[in-house]
């Protein structure tokens, strides 16, 4: 059989671009040939060595009927042009562009959420309206990726497809890339060499509550003399994180990076690493951490506790619980047993559990499952 040919469409940038390079990386090239569709917040320099082709579309996050319109006839005529056997949608704005522009086209397609939309913190009518648009645009795909098993029971709990349309492959990272990473220098980012570093990636947006990380510094700074923190990231809400830590006369003990194209070197650094997500579909960061040796903290919402058992390879604590996110760091600073316990155990089950290699045969084998039944 020749190469199967699969065309991503991809918006939302961060994770899914993390994501996408590991996919990419790791695919058999004599199987698969690789053409990504992104928008203009994508690296596509570094990700057009790993694919075929790339194109860039002007993709606006939130709903805008006059751009979106011109995204939906653009990218219908790249797919009419391409002819992919496989068009493989990535997070929820690129799997409405692509499920629309794909209507009436024969070829497969597969939808890969990265987190269900209606977990997020919205209003019930928002959640309403995105479960009502997932139940019906179910029907207009072959598979669902679902990157946790926690995924996979809120779209069952919703009643969003039948079950055999939905298939889990957990995320994996790159071992590989990840252990070659060397230390930022701490003289080069201002960090003090004596400092207990505390950290948290991830973009600075009510999802990822930057909120409860410098709320808990407060407190941590006042027990730890040494502590620093490094916020990785940036985002929407910098502005207002900034003022804070401003407010909280916290200035001479935080950096915030922005964005940087290799979060790993910073992980490095740190002594703790955090999640205080408000909700989560995977949280990629998490065995990110566990392989490069960093005790983690996180809360216990949605599919974090499928990769973080608590007092295993991690402590969780309870979501916007900045009093107790800040206890379990002291934790860790007083309890060396303990962090090295979680350090040993997050290692072993990072290289055991995520895999970037095994996600990427694992997606690589749902490829050849649907051109086969395609075929036969």
């Given at each position: 059989?020749?190469?199967?040919?699969?065309?991503h469409?991809?918006?939302?940038?961060?994770?899914?671009?993390?994501?996408?390079?590991?996919?990419?990386?790791?695919?058999?090239?004599?199987?698969?040939?690789n053409?990504?569709?992104?928008?203009?917040?994508?690296?596509?320099?570094?990700?057009?060595?790993?694919?075929?082709?790339?194109?860039?579309?002007?993709m606006?996050?939130?709903?805008?009927?006059?751009?979106?319109?011109?995204?939906?006839?653009?990218?219908?005529?790249?797919?009419k042009?391409?002819?992919?056997?496989?068009?493989y949608?990535?997070?929820?704005?690129?799997g409405?562009?692509?499920?629309?522009?794909?209507?009436?086209?024969?070829?497969?397609?597969?939808?890969?959420?990265?987190?269900?939309?209606?977990?997020?913190?919205?209003?019930?009518?928002?959640?309403?309206?995105?479960?009502?648009?997932?139940?019906?645009?179910?029907?207009?795909?072959?598979?669902?990726i679902?990157?946790?098993?926690s995924?996979?029971?809120?779209?069952?709990?919703?009643?969003?497809?039948?079950?055999?349309?939905?298939e889990?492959?957990?995320?994996?990272?790159?071992?590989?890339?990840?252990?070659?990473?060397?230390?930022?220098?701490?003289?080069?980012?201002q960090?003090?060499?004596?400092?207990?570093?505390?950290?948290?990636?991830?973009?600075?947006?009510?999802?990822?509550?930057?909120?409860?990380?410098?709320?808990?510094?407060?407190?941590?700074?006042?027990?730890?003399?040494?502590?620093?923190?490094?916020?990785?990231?940036d985002?929407?809400?910098?502005?207002d994180i900034?003022?804070?830590?401003?407010?909280?006369?916290?200035?001479?003990?935080?950096?915030?990076?922005?964005?940087?194209?290799n979060?790993?070197?910073?992980?490095?650094?740190?002594?703790?690493?955090?999640?205080?997500?408000r909700?989560?579909?995977?949280?990629?960061?998490?065995?990110e951490?566990?392989?490069?040796?960093?005790?983690?903290v996180?809360?216990?919402?949605?599919?974090?506790p499928?990769?973080?058992?608590?007092?295993?390879?991690?402590?969780?604590?309870?979501?916007?619980?900045y009093?107790?996110?800040?206890?379990?760091?002291?934790?860790l600073?007083?309890?060396?047993?303990?962090?090295?316990?979680?350090?040993?155990?997050?290692?072993?089950?990072?290289?055991?559990?995520f895999?970037?290699?095994?996600?990427?045969?694992?997606v690589?084998?749902?490829?050849?499952?649907?051109?086969?039944?395609?075929?036969?």
């Amino acid at each position: 059989m020749s190469r199967i040919k699969v065309l991503h469409v991809a918006e939302a940038a961060g994770g899914v671009e993390r994501y996408l390079e590991t996919l990419f990386k790791y695919n058999d090239n004599s199987k698969v040939e690789n053409i990504l569709v992104c928008s203009q917040n994508y690296d596509y320099k570094r990700l057009k060595k790993l694919t075929h082709k790339i194109t860039i579309l002007q993709m606006e996050h939130e709903v805008s009927p006059i751009k979106d319109i011109t995204v939906e006839r653009k990218l219908r005529d790249i797919i009419k042009k391409e002819k992919p056997d496989i068009v493989y949608a990535h997070s929820t704005k690129a799997g409405a562009f692509a499920r629309i522009a794909n209507l009436g086209i024969n070829n497969k397609l597969i939808y890969n959420p990265h987190g269900w939309a209606f977990n997020m913190q919205q209003s019930s009518r928002k959640r309403q309206m995105y479960k009502w648009f997932e139940k019906i645009s179910s029907n207009f795909c072959d598979k669902i990726i679902c990157i946790s098993n926690s995924e996979k029971k809120s779209a069952l709990r919703e009643g969003i497809c039948k079950a055999s349309k939905l298939e889990v492959i957990s995320n994996g990272i790159d071992i590989e890339k990840l252990k070659r990473v060397e230390k930022s220098a701490r003289s080069l980012n201002q960090i003090p060499t004596n400092a207990f570093v505390i950290g948290q990636v991830g973009r600075l947006s009510k999802q990822k509550a930057p909120d409860i990380f410098v709320r808990a510094a407060e407190l941590i700074k006042k027990k730890i003399s040494n502590s620093y923190f490094i916020m990785v990231g940036d985002g929407e809400l910098r502005d207002d994180i900034e003022k804070l830590i401003r407010d909280k006369k916290l200035e001479n003990s935080f950096l915030i990076t922005g964005w940087v194209d290799n979060p790993s070197e910073y992980m490095k650094v740190m002594d703790v690493g955090t999640l205080f997500s408000r909700w989560e579909g995977f949280g990629l960061v998490l065995p990110e951490y566990m392989l490069c040796k960093v005790p983690v903290v996180a809360t216990r919402v949605d599919a974090i506790p499928n990769i973080i058992k608590d007092s295993v390879n991690g402590l969780l604590v309870n979501c916007d619980n900045y009093r107790e996110a800040a206890s379990a760091i002291e934790n860790l600073y007083e309890d060396k047993k303990l962090k090295n316990n979680l350090v040993r155990n997050g290692y072993r089950i990072a290289i055991q559990n995520f895999d970037g290699k095994e996600m990427s045969a694992k997606v690589e084998q749902l490829y050849m499952n649907l051109i086969k039944r395609e075929n036969i």
